[in-house]
């Protein structure tokens, strides 16, 4: 049982690239969630899932896509790298109670030169 | 925004209990307060969870005011691993069957020899 799991670890883009960040859970999780992290600061949501196929906007999603094609996967897109992208990024997944906790991935730093 | 408010910063001598105070003063009656930690950078770890009532477990207790407006984290002997960052979060819902977590800055413990 990995919980969440998140790939790349690290990676560096150039400005204008393209990437793709993955998170993948094993707990049959309805909700999943992306969140980015920069320095000294909280953690900010940036799309959500609540189910296969479905996906929403959170607090930043500007600059950023997802996709929820099978239900242990969620996708994080950058279709155009910028360097306000910097950030370390973070998966997590719940259930779709209110009452049960949220699963975090160990985060994807991403550094856009 | 983040519904809740917490201290930027505190310290604990080891070996001592650990208070960390949150205020939520626009809970919602079916909203829950979740505790998590961040260790250096690693993602976020759950600690606790709770509604109304106190509760425990073998990380920590959660003491939510009667009113609910408030609660307390309290790690009972803290060692120089809790020496962290402790976010307090109240559980929103965001519509549609759906549950976001929202981060504000937390509170960041240090555990001092």
């Known amino acids: 049982n990995a919980g969440v799991t998140q790939t790349p670890k690290f990676r560096v883009l150039k400005t204008g690239q393209s990437m793709t960040l993955l998170c993948a859970q094993d707990m049959n999780h309805e909700y999943m969630y992306w969140y980015r992290q920069d320095p000294g600061m909280g953690l900010r949501l940036i799309h959500y899932s609540v189910g296969e196929g479905t996906t929403a906007k959170g607090e930043v999603p500007d600059g950023y896509n997802v996709s929820r094609l099978k239900k242990q996967n969620f996708l994080l897109g950058l279709e155009s790298a910028a360097p306000s992208q910097t950030s370390v990024y973070f998966c997590a997944s719940s259930t779709d109670r209110g009452g049960t906790e949220a699963f975090f991935g160990q985060g994807t730093r991403l550094t856009v030169v | 925004d983040a519904k809740t408010t917490q201290p930027p910063s505190m310290d604990c001598a080891e070996g001592r209990a650990a208070n960390l105070p949150c205020n939520h003063s626009t809970i919602s009656g079916n909203e829950y307060v979740y505790w998590y930690r961040q260790i250096h950078s690693q993602g976020p770890q759950y600690i606790i969870h709770g509604l109304k009532n106190n509760e425990t477990n073998e990380m920590a207790s959660l003491i939510i005011t009667e009113d609910r407006k408030s609660s307390t984290l309290i790690l009972p002997h803290a060692t120089l691993r809790d020496t962290a960052v402790y976010y307090c979060?109240?559980?929103?819902?965001?519509?549609?069957?759906?549950?976001?977590?929202?981060f504000g800055k937390g509170t960041k413990l240090s555990v001092i020899p």
């Open positions: 979060i109240v559980r929103e819902y965001s519509g549609a069957g759906s549950y976001q977590l929202t």
